[in-house]
């Protein structure tokens, strides 16, 4: 992977998509883990919302860091 100017991973810095797909916390927290989703709790109460990644999330998607997000009409079975 090349490394992009002013980005992780390839993404741009605090990317909603990192929160998403690759963050070990909030991906995990939103499987069910029960320790990760006790980290995210005590996270998102130290920081008021969220990392600024899962604020980004917010944002984008309009849910927050320790939710899923809202499944489309069309998705549904």
């Known amino acids: 992977m090349s490394a992009v100017p002013g980005s992780i991973y390839g993404m741009a810095y605090f990317s ?3 929160c998403e797909k690759r963050c070990p916390i909030c991906t995990r927290a939103r499987k ?5 989703g006790a980290l995210q ?3 998102m109460a130290l ?3 969220g ?3 899962g604020r980004s999330r917010e ?3 309009g849910v927050r860091p320790n939710e899923a997000l ?4 069309a998705e549904k079975p």
């Open 32 to 36: 069910g883990s029960k320790v990760a």
């Open 70 to 73: 809202p499944v489309k009409d």
């Open 47 to 49: 920081t008021i919302g």
């Open 16 to 18: 909603p998509e990192f």
């Open 59 to 61: 944002r984008r998607y």
């Open 51 to 53: 990392c600024p990644w």
């Open 41 to 43: 709790k005590v996270e």
